[in-house]
């Protein structure tokens, strides 16, 4: 399932309501997009790496079929 989060809020209010719904992992297309970069989180550890959007895709879903 996917969320996207379209509220019309600050991002720092967005992010923080996505940990406390408990989402696994966040991507965020922000800034960095205009470098070809998402923002890919992991709730669990707070790692936070840059991915191209076809990695970020890739890696979701080899964590899908894993579990």
């Given at each position: 399932e996917v969320v996207l989060d379209d509220r019309?809020?600050?991002?720092?209010?967005?992010?923080?309501?996505?940990d406390l719904i408990g989402f696994p992992f966040r991507v965020t297309v922000g800034k960095t997009i205009n470098d070809?970069?998402?923002?890919?989180?992991?709730?669990?550890?707070?790692?936070?790496?840059?991915?191209?959007p076809e990695q970020a895709t890739?890696?979701?879903?080899?964590?899908?079929?894993?579990?």
């Open positions: 019309d809020e600050r991002a720092g209010v967005k992010f923080k309501d996505a070809g970069f998402v923002e890919y989180k992991t709730r669990e550890t707070g790692e936070q790496e840059k991915y191209t890739e890696k979701l879903i080899n964590i899908i079929k894993a579990v």
